[in-house]
């Protein structure tokens, strides 16, 4: 237990994972002032938020950042999650490795709590930076427009008959915005803890951080070529779904998928570090 503890004090307390935060709110904050506090105070938007004239007043599940296809920082956000998540922590494998701290950590547990610490350590960290600026700018979102109900009639919402979790979304949109927070930290912090594995051999944390992103974009542009650019790690994780026909089957066996190799790769290095 104590390495895990460790493991998670390196991760959380470092700097590295606060300018991760940080550089993560930003984008969030910025959705919010030219979002949803601009509609629910600003002079421009008064007719919209009276409802006059038929006008559907703006609601909290059509204006947060998961909620609106409609602005550039929660595009950018989700663009660059991979970089965010992979900032505070997948670097750290090739560091200790590199730099001889991992040969005193195994000889004061084993390779196989090392590792396991060193990845839990990272998936946390990359979930927390993933969910905590959209959990933010949700909060902060609700302070500024109402919970009005999603209304399909009203034709102003990301989320269509075609998207997933639609359904749920209109009859339950808290719940939708729940499991989307979870689906962002499972896929991200799967995929952060699979670069650091991927990544071992590499000692430089900015390559390390950067590469996850660049395979992201690449991955995006040959699955849109296919017409499944929806299915991206960091386009997966978009609650407002900017391409349609994604199926929650394969959502699901993306995210296993992400697992299993995490998994079977977590067991080839721990096999690794045993014969060093």
Not at 97 to 110: I, M
Not at 132 to 146: D, E, G, I, K
Request: overall charge neutral; charged content about 10%; hydrophobic content about 55%.
């Amino acid at each position: 237990m104590g390495i895990y503890l460790y493991e998670l004090r390196r991760a959380f307390c470092s700097r590295r994972f606060c300018l991760a935060m940080a550089v993560a709110l930003a984008p969030s904050l910025l959705q919010l002032i030219t979002g949803p506090l601009a509609y629910g105070f600003g002079e421009i938007w008064a007719r919209w938020r009276s409802g006059l004239y038929g006008v559907t007043p703006p609601s909290l599940y059509g204006t947060w950042m998961g909620g609106t296809l409609g602005s550039v920082f929660s595009e950018l956000f989700y663009v660059l999650a991979p970089l965010f998540c992979c900032l505070p922590y997948a670097w750290s494998l090739g560091s200790d490795l590199h730099g001889g701290f991992a040969g005193v950590l195994v000889q004061r547990c084993d390779a196989k709590s090392y590792l396991r610490a060193k990845s839990a350590a990272c998936f946390l960290a990359a979930a927390a930076v993933v969910v905590v600026p959209q959990a933010v700018n949700f909060w902060l979102s609700a302070l500024c427009v109402p919970t009005l109900s999603p209304d399909p009639a009203a034709g102003m919402y990301a989320v269509f008959a075609r998207s997933a979790f639609s359904e749920l979304f209109y009859a339950w949109p808290i719940l939708y915005v729940g499991l989307y927070l979870l689906i962002s930290a499972a896929t991200m912090g799967l995929f952060s803890v699979l670069a650091m594995l991927l990544a071992m051999p590499l000692r430089n944390a900015g390559l390390v951080a950067a590469l996850p992103l660049i395979a992201d974009e690449l991955l995006y542009f040959a699955l849109f070529c296919l017409g499944l650019g929806g299915y991206a790690p960091s386009r997966v994780i978009m609650p407002s779904q900017p391409v349609l026909g994604i199926e929650p089957m394969w959502v699901l066996v993306e995210i296993c998928f992400l697992a299993v190799a995490s998994a079977a790769l977590l067991y080839r290095r721990i096999e690794e570090f045993e014969v060093i």
